[in-house]
């Protein structure tokens, strides 16, 4: 199996950008918000704007993760009467409108509704790339991992820096497209710094994997985006952009955030060893 089968399409993402000598930008958005169209306007400006994967957020009622912005969101997705067939319809159009990979951010509960082989015979049928699946360990994914690899599909698993080493090496195992590492203990957000604790956590999972890994939970801005794209291999970013629209800017605001971002994780790094 040649290396950019083996990373998936998100995977093979971020290294083309690790070869550029740049952290890669994964930019996230959920369905349907502010509204259905709105929200297919917004992310393609995500991909305007330069980013390299997008992470498409499946709304859900109980989203335990989320913090207040992104709960804010995706109530009102939910309210607008986005259901599962949008979001397969969503990410069916943004992978038609570019070649950047398209991967669902979503809770495991609608998956396992929808029922997991069937899900992921219809996303790989619209030309998602994978799933990260915040509230689903590899321990309790067998289904979906076998799903996973039947449709050729990314699995992005989480680790957190309360994560052991034994359990990080579990987890990256059983990753394909990139690792999430989660940079702070608690909800998703815009912080004024990144945590303290991101960049060792970067270099355990380093240790224990060649899949990228991603740090998200915490960058709203260009600066932030440098000091990341210094250690990890990519830069994960959502609130900011959701506020961009709760602001009423629109997707003009959400491409300009997206540009800054970008030459953020263009900037030269003051170290290159974390890479």
């Not at 915490?218 to 709760?246: H, P, R, W, Y």
């Amino acid at each position: 199996m040649s290396e950019v089968v083996a990373l998936g399409k998100a995977g093979a993402a971020i290294r083309k950008a690790n070869d550029e000598g740049r952290g890669a930008l994964v930019a996230y958005l959920p369905a349907g918000y502010p509204s259905y169209d709105g929200g297919i306007d917004a992310i393609k400006a995500l991909v305007d704007g330069g980013a390299d994967v997008l992470e498409i957020g499946f709304p859900y009622s109980d989203p335990v993760m989320d913090g207040v912005t992104v709960q804010r969101a995706s109530e009102a997705a939910l309210a607008g009467g986005l259901r599962t067939r949008d979001v397969l319809s969503t990410v069916e159009k943004l992978a038609a409108y570019s070649d950047v990979p398209v991967l669902v951010m979503t809770y495991w509960n609608p998956i396992e509704r929808y029922g997991v082989d069937r899900f992921a015979a219809d996303f790989a049928g619209v030309g998602g790339a994978g799933l990260i699946t915040p509230d689903l360990i590899p321990d309790e994914g067998a289904e979906w991992i076998a799903a996973a690899d039947k449709q050729d599909l990314d699995k992005v698993f989480l680790v957190s820096p309360s994560s052991t080493d034994e359990r990080i090496r579990m987890t990256t195992a059983a990753c394909r497209g990139f690792v999430y590492a989660t940079a702070v203990m608690g909800v998703t957000g815009t912080r004024e710094k990144p945590s303290d604790l991101a960049a060792p956590l970067v270099a355990r999972t380093k240790a224990a994997t060649g899949v990228p890994v991603g740090v998200g939970l915490g960058v709203s801005n260009a600066d932030q985006a440098a000091g990341v794209a210094a250690f990890a291999d990519a830069v994960i970013v959502g609130s900011a952009f959701v506020k961009v629209l709760e602001a009423g800017e629109g997707p003009a605001g959400v491409r300009r955030l997206t540009e800054s971002l970008a030459e953020g994780v263009r900037r030269e790094p003051s170290t290159a060893a974390g890479r």
